[in-house]
């Protein structure tokens, strides 16, 4: 085999097990509340107002609401906070969690549920649930998953 027959052969290989390695996550949001628009936004940039949303790589700090009249990053609003990332140490993997911190507010009901590798997941139905963040101290409301390639369905309502 010639030299530039075997670099080839090399680069293709590389390239496929680079592909098979690849990390992706993918958010569903769902709104059976028949108003409002579910938004799924990260860093200010909307990233979908519905559809499925895939990230090619880690979800980091993404933030979720069912826009009825919300603020620009759901303020009045339920928010489901996410990051999803593959683990790579014990305990590094992706974390989920509802938030009604102020300036949020309870406005609809809203549930996650992890998939791909996780089935578990929260939900808060009003506005005293014990499932979300009232204060920034009740960390126990955030619910992890350990999966590569984790995904997540977001459901309002």
């Known amino acids: 085999m010639s030299f530039?027959?075997?670099?080839?052969?090399?680069?293709?290989?590389s390239v496929a097990v680079l592909q098979v390695s690849a990390e992706s996550h993918t958010v569903t949001l769902v709104n059976n509340c028949g108003k409002g628009t579910p938004v799924l936004k990260q860093n200010g940039n909307t990233l979908s107002t519905g559809g499925d949303y895939t990230a090619n790589?880690?979800?980091s700090a993404a933030i979720s609401?069912?826009?009825?009249?919300?603020?620009?990053?759901?303020?009045?609003c339920t928010l489901v906070e996410t990051t999803l990332q593959n683990p790579t140490t014990a305990g590094s993997?992706?974390?989920?969690?509802?938030?009604?911190?102020?300036?949020?507010?309870?406005?609809?009901?809203?549930?996650?549920a992890y998939k791909n590798g996780?089935?578990?997941?929260?939900?808060c139905d009003s506005a005293d649930c014990t499932t979300a963040f009232h204060q920034s101290t009740d960390t126990t409301v955030q619910e992890a998953c350990q999966a590569n390639?984790?995904?997540?369905t977001i459901t309002y309502c």
Do not use: H, M, R
């Not at 530039?4 to 290989?13: C, D, H």
């Not at 609401?65 to 009045?76: I, R, S």
């Open 149 to 152: 390639d984790a995904g997540l």
């Open 57 to 59: 790589g880690p979800l």
């Open 118 to 123: 996780c089935t578990n997941g929260k939900a």
């Open 4 to 13: 530039t027959k075997l670099a080839t052969a090399l680069l293709v290989a």
């Open 93 to 112: 993997g992706s974390s989920t969690d509802i938030s009604l911190i102020a300036p949020l507010a309870f406005s609809v009901k809203a549930t996650f």
């Open 65 to 76: 609401y069912l826009d009825t009249g919300c603020g620009a990053n759901g303020d009045g």
